[in-house]
């Protein structure tokens, strides 16, 4: 399987911003083929054209990952967050095009927990059926604007802790199959599904056609073939489907277990991780190598 492998912009530097466009070289000469960005926002200071011309130089392709909150929540029974979330989502589309990118993918609906400082709460059915309603709903708006610029949104489930609209393959099947749109699809990574799925390899099959991007990462977010996942197993499940998109990796665990420190929270890298970033990228490359042979 030759599957484009990709690394996202947070493994260096966050945020990202104009400066930081020399990156593109960098994943390059490490040997991926793409870069995950998430969509940039105003403050990025970030001049699409010249992205788009500098990352087609260094040879790699884009793909995007969308930045919703609970002001820009389509799932949202608040008006105002509703329409945030449906305007944050045709902004995607707006930025995609301009980069000349295919792919936007994440938790679309909004709604974050942890990250957010919003604990979840008990919800009564009916509060359930609506807000899963109005996740379809906003969806539905969205993923025909999405298909007519030529862009596919990747619907992503997050693990419990940070969200209470998609966290399971099943769920996001049942979305994607309502909004029933070549706009969107789904977006898969292993280090959710390592929590909420019964079986990996399983959920992969489960997704099908639908699957449009999928990201390769630990159970504990470090560089791939650090952790526990089985590699082949997984990849031979993206054979079995037919997926050939992308792959992306974020392994931005960074290597320090000191006792108290916030692991949920992104931080930067305090060492060069070339070394470990070319070893994890030949683990996922050999895996998806294997597994095409030994279906």
Known sequence: MDNPIG?????????FTGADLHYFDYAAKLGFDFMELLVPEPEDEIDLSVARKKAHDCGISLVLAARVNAQRSIASDEPDARQGGLDYL???????????????????????????????VPRTDDEIAARAARTVDGLAKVAPLARSAGVVFGLEPLNRFETD?????????????????????IMLDTFHMNMEE???????????????????????????????LDWTAIMRALAQIGY??????????????????????????HEDESAKL?????????????????Q
Not at 102 to 108: E, R, S
Not at 208 to 220: D, K, P, T, W, Y
Not at 253 to 269: G, M, T, Y
Not at 278 to 294: F, M, Y
Request: aromatic residues 4%; contains cysteine.
């Open 165 to 185: 609209i998609i966290s399971t393959t099943r769920q996001a099947i049942e979305v994607v199959d309502k909004v029933d749109d070549a706009g969107l699809g």
């Open 7 to 15: 690394i996202i912009s947070m493994q260096f530097i966050r945020p």
């Open 278 to 294: 070319k070893a994890g990228l030949g683990v996922i490359r050999s895996a998806l190598a294997l597994a095409e042979v030994n």
């Open 244 to 269: 050939r998109g992308p792959v992306s990796l974020e392994p931005f665990r960074r290597d320090d277990d000191r006792v108290a420190l916030p692991i949920a929270h992104w931080r930067a890298p």
């Open 90 to 120: 045709k902004h995607c589309v707006q930025v995609a095009d301009q980069l000349g990118t295919t792919i936007v993918g994440g938790p679309l609906y909004g709604e974050p927990m942890v990250f957010a400082g919003r604990p979840p």
């Open 198 to 228: 019964r079986s990996i390899p399983d959920a992969i099959r489960a997704s099908g056609s639908r699957l449009v991007h999928f990201q390769a990462n630990e159970n504990h977010r470090g560089h791939p073939g650090t952790g526990h």
